[in-house]
């Protein structure tokens, strides 16, 4: 995902720093923009390409061919490694099944991510509101997809943040789950699974599960996972134990499995599958304590047209079975329950092989509505701008607030307005916007109604920003400091 930018990226930072590396980044990037481009979109002519006269053409290809013959000469003299630069090394797959790819040298840029109140840059990590008021920032990933252990206390009475932690193993696309008991569950997740990442490990992922103790502040590991697990979902249920559904145990390999999580020994035992594969899906648990699983991609990072597909899971049987499907297949999107019993899905992405590219303007508007009392989906909305990788907050007053979100890594442009859902007209109406344009953020709602927003991937790098949404005046402020 992130690949895809990382030339433009490259050159921009060469610009900062000069042109002593120029040859191995200009290499490097171009190689990681190979490797991530999908191999099934053609290459199309400009537009404006066969209305240019013949002699511009050929007076363009003529400079074209020069640039092109002098930056190979350039780039194929001998270069001498800095001084230091790993290299290269294979690991052996863990299962005998997934290759694992030769790892890159790691770029000179790899310890300048941003930092700033939330520590280090980070985006698709997790924030967890504490039984005392306070938010649990924990992993994610930073500049150059690199996994996180690292971890932050948000105070909302001091407006700060502390270090905490630091996790027992860095860790991405994780789950953290609030227990009865105040502690956090943490399971999964690990190096980043798309294609073309920085760190060239497709897995498989974590089956390790830790325990946040925010007495002690410390990470202490608990039973594993019978089935490594990233973008999987984690759900408490009414008994206390931890309904964990899905993921990817490699790359692009969804699974239907799930288990569940016993606080009380602290293992996991296999559940009922679900009826079909997916990842990217959401878990939302419904007032009667049933669990709706909607949507999800049945190949994760793969180019499968995405699920419209939904199950209910049955706590007093450990068993799924199908309900009716959306009106639109999607993955990346947020389901939320509404204070009426009934989860609002909004946004998302569609998956299909047109949609597909650089710019991913498969971000979508369209938003449904499901009624238990009738297993039905209904669309609603639709949100004023298409988005996926967004938040979405339930409110005091029944609102729900959408933050962020889009999927356009290769231009780095992301959403930075807002948007409120109202369950009365089941319309969207603009709601402010954020100071920082950022993706795959969180929000948490904080005891007072506010609303904690932090991280995410910026204009060049993930961010290690905060901003608080005031329901009372509309408006974003930039939380913490340093």
Known sequence: MTEQFELKRELAAFLATGTDQLADRVIDAALRQIDSTPQRRTLRMPRRLPTIRMVARLGAAAVLGVIAVGLAIYLIRPVVPPVGAPSPSTRASTDGIVPTPTARPRSTLANRGLTGPIGDGRQIHTATALADGRVLIAGGYAFEDRPLESAVLYDPGTNRFLPTGPLSEARGYHTATLLRDGRVLITGGGPPGWPGSFTGITGPFLASAELYDPQTGAFTPTGSMATPREVHTATLLADGRVLLTGGADYQAHAVATAELYDPTTGTFSPTGSMTAARAFHTATLLADGRVLVAGGSPAAWGTTAHLASAEIYDPRTGTFTPTSSMAAGRDFNTATLLRDGRVLVAGGSTGSQEDVGPAARDDIRT????????????????????????????????????????????????????????????????????????????????????????????????????????????????????
């Open 367 to 482: 938003a449904e509505i499901f009624d238990p009392a009738t297993g039905t989906f209904e669309l609603t909305g639709p949100l004023i701008n298409g988005r996926q990788y967004h938040t979405a907050t339930l409110l005091p007053d029944g609102r729900v607030l959408v933050i962020g979100g889009g999927a356009d890594y290769a231009n780095l442009e992301f959403l930075a307005a807002a948007e409120m859902f109202d369950p009365v007209t089941g319309t969207f109406a603009m709601a402010g916007s954020l100071a920082t344009a950022r993706t795959y953020h969180t929000a948490t709602l904080l005891d007072d109604g506010r609303v904690l927003v932090t991280g995410g991937y910026g204009a060049v790098a993930p961010l290690a920003s905060a901003e608080i949404y005031d329901p009372s005046t509309g408006a974003f402020n930039p939380a913490g400091g340093r």
